[in-house]
């Protein structure tokens, strides 16, 4: 990551630290991280409105490593913020379907992007190109961050799942470790 993106990512990590107090609000936490989240990639975004691409090589990390660890994310606290609301609270065994539910949507992803989470995981490179130029082919691929065309290629809400839902399967095995600590036998 380049020194600009690392200032920003550095920035981002330092506000999700000064933003996890433990004495604040679940809620209010993720909201905090979730705002931080977005700012961070609104400044990214503006610095490559600017500056551009000087090559390739360059437009493919981006695509490849720095969007999706700024907007993976985005994505992870609207999964946290999605568990706030959506939770049961009194049945324990409906709170066990829906950690289960959650946990088959992250299966699921990876059974349907299982040659792309392969190549990522692997370290291939010799399908970059097509996987994270923007001049490669579609980039429409719907993710919530796509607003700007000149932003997306035709993978990396790919890699930003992968990582987001990476947070969110140690965020679950947390919870739930955490949780089943915590009841009596």
């Known amino acids: 990551m380049s020194p600009e993106y690392q200032e920003y990512y550095q920035q981002l990590l330092s506000a999700f630290h000064s933003h996890?107090?433990?004495d604040r609000p679940e809620m209010e936490r993720i909201e905090a991280c979730f705002?931080?989240?977005?700012d961070c990639w609104g400044k990214v975004c503006k610095l490559v409105r600017q500056k551009g691409f000087s090559s390739e090589k360059e437009e493919i990390i981006f695509f490849k490593h720095v969007k999706p660890a700024f907007a993976a994310y985005i994505e992870y606290y609207t999964y946290r913020y999605h568990v706030l609301l959506f939770l049961p609270t009194e049945d324990l065994l409906e709170?066990?379907?829906f950690w289960r539910w959650e946990?088959?949507?992250?299966?699921?992803?990876?059974?349907n992007n299982r040659e792309f989470c392969r190549y990522m995981r692997d370290g291939e490179t010799g399908r970059d190109?097509?996987?994270?130029?923007?001049?490669?082919?579609?980039?429409?691929?719907?993710?919530?961050?796509?607003l700007d065309e000149d932003l997306v290629s035709p993978k990396d809400h790919l890699v930003?799942?992968?990582?987001?839902?990476?947070l969110y399967e140690e965020y679950i095995h947390d919870f739930i470790y955490i949780n089943q600590s915590n009841s009596p036998l």
């Not at 946990?103 to 059974?111: G, H, L, M, N, S």
């Not at 490669?136 to 919530?144: S, V, Y």
């Open 160 to 166: 930003t799942l992968m990582k987001a839902y990476a």
């Open 95 to 97: 709170r066990k379907r």
């Open 129 to 146: 190109a097509e996987y994270f130029l923007r001049k490669a082919g579609d980039r429409n691929n719907g993710g919530a961050l796509e």
């Open 20 to 22: 996890n107090e433990i």
């Open 103 to 111: 946990e088959k949507r992250i299966e699921r992803f990876y059974e």
């Open 35 to 38: 705002k931080s989240s977005l």
